[in-house]
């Protein structure tokens, strides 16, 4: 079992703050590297040392690659990064293909990280238990950040909605990725080896992910922690994680409205119960979170943390409770995949793709309260909402790419053949066929619904490396 350095880690990797629901990230330029620096040296951030209630306020922070460049890490240290991150998330073609960011989800077209925006090197997550809080944590950084030369590119404020949802009206933050060594009450299947989250520790593999380790003459100050299996390199990567950050907006109205359209029944009436449930088998779990492999006919509040389930072993091998494409059983299909669905082999398998998610919503709910009857009601809510996605990972092209490539955007996922994901799929782009199907697996007949638009389209977007502790100390103290 590995022994966590959870004081060297940064707290976001490890916990997703949630007594501390008021949160607001910063994407900022350096325009002067010495003064970034010196900014670096004094910035209080949070480790993964401490207990719950303890804190009323945490600060982050993560770079993009041109971010390590121009607070002074050499090239040659940089180029030890993996290639994704170092590419960035819109730095190629065929990223932008595997992921499906076309039409109107294209980089051209993004708010900030794609091609026609001002490139962000810093990442800055400041975190507050309520409002009060995190507006003075706001205004000091804000007044530290023109003082030091950083230039604020993007405010991205969040929005904690009622009962834990996201805005289609679906508690979020269900299922948890724990880390083996730290999170002690994560059931089996969700507890994952720390070097699949965390650099400088085991992966799912047996294996350390590949980091940038220096030579002794590269870190004379000794700032950063030996390398456990080079002991006589010095680990830039240990402690740290790579971020994928994605602001995915959600076009509530469109998906409800889809619902409706498609359980219309043949006298013309509209029932919300059907709505729901056509929605429901869409992400896999009730809007109250409930599993639909546990409670296929109706939402059970008793269920709505609950995350202990299988499908082939919970006796749902062929999608007759939850859909084979349903969000959740793309995102994470457990024990669905092959070689031998159902087995621990194939448990084995899928732990080689998690991810953990620490993302926030953004904008201002349809309907306060969150109840889907509230949100069904409303005619119009004018603005835009939806989803800050982050997670972690140690090797983004294996995890997050992988997810969103090959289960997500995959028309032929599972035994599939037109379909891909509901909720966060990219209607057939990245595949170069067509896409938009949703089938409901039923016996004696299954159900496919066609033609579905995006619900989701991604506004923008940054691959991040967050450093440990002593890997931020050691970028401060750099002397190009
Ligand atoms: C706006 C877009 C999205 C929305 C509204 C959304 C919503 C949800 C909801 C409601 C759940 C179920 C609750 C839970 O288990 O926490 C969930 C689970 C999950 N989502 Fe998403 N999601 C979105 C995008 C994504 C993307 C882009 C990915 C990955 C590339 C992703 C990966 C996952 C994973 C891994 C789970 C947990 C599945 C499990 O372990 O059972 N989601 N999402």
């Known amino acids: 079992m590995p022994v966590l350095q959870v004081e060297d880690i940064q707290g ?18 350096i325009a002067d590297p010495l003064g970034a620096r010196t900014w670096l040296r004094t910035l209080n951030v949070q480790n993964g040392r401490f207990k719950r209630g303890e804190i009323d306020r945490a600060i982050n922070v993560a770079f993009t690659s041109s971010g390590l460049a121009r607070l002074g890490l050499p090239d040659e240290l940089v180029a030890e990064f993996s290639t994704e991150f170092r590419e960035g998330v819109a730095g190629t073609k065929h990223r932008q293909r595997l ?3 076309s039409g109107e989800s294209s980089p051209e077209r993004w708010r900030w990280g794609g091609p026609n925006n001002q490139q962000p090197h810093v990442l800055l997550m400041l975190y507050g238990r309520d409002d009060g809080v995190l507006s003075v944590l706001l205004n000091e950084q804000r007044a530290q950040l023109t003082a030091s030369g950083l230039e604020l590119i993007e405010q991205l404020d969040t929005n904690w909605l009622p009962h834990d949802k996201e805005h289609f009206g679906f508690r979020d933050g269900v299922s948890r990725a724990g880390i083996e060594g730290l999170h002690s009450n994560t059931p089996p299947i969700d507890t994952i080896a720390a070097g699949e989250f965390v650099l400088g520790y085991l992966n799912a593999y047996g294996q350390y992910t590949q980091r940038p380790l220096l030579r002794d003459e590269q870190d004379p100050a000794r700032l950063l922690p030996p ?3 080079e002991p006589d390199q010095r680990d830039l990567g240990m402690n740290g994680s790579y971020m994928v950050f994605r602001q995915l907006s959600q076009d509530v109205a469109r998906f409800w409205q889809f619902c409706e359209d498609q359980t219309r029944r043949r006298d013309g009436t509209t029932h919300p119960a059907d709505q729901i449930r056509m929605a429901s088998k869409m992400v896999g779990r009730w809007p109250g979170g409930a599993p639909l492999v546990k409670s296929p006919a109706t939402d059970d509040p008793a269920l709505g943390s609950d995350n202990d389930f299988l499908y082939h072993g919970s006796g749902d091998k062929h999608g007759l409770k939850c859909p084979i494409g349903a969000h959740i059983r793309r995102s994470n299909p457990r024990d669905s995949l092959e070689p031998d669905p159902g087995s621990e082999r194939s448990i084995e398998v899928g732990k080689r793709h998690r991810i953990i998610r620490r ?3 953004y904008g201002a709910p349809v309907a306060a309260s969150m109840d889907i009857a509230d949100i069904l009601a409303v005619e119009d809510a004018p603005g835009e909402r939806g989803l800050h996605f982050i997670c972690f990972n140690t090797h983004i092209n294996r995890q997050f790419e992988f997810i969103q490539h090959t289960w997500l955007n995959n028309p032929g996922f599972d035994g599939l053949y037109d379909d891909d994901d509901p909720i966060a799929g990219d209607r057939g782009s990245s595949h170069g066929k067509p896409a938009g199907t949703f089938t409901i697996q039923a016996d004696p007949v299954r159900t496919r619904v066609t033609g579905m638009p995006r619900f989701v389209e991604v506004r923008g977007g940054g691959y991040f490396f967050l450093p440990g502790i002593r890997a931020l100390r050691y970028l401060a103290s750099l002397q190009p």
């Open 227 to 229: 390398a456990p299996d």
């Open 99 to 101: 992921l499906g960011d």
């Open 12 to 29: 976001i990797l490890l916990y997703g703050y949630g007594d501390l629901r008021h949160a607001t990230f910063l994407l900022l330029g």
């Open 359 to 361: 993302g926030r919503a």
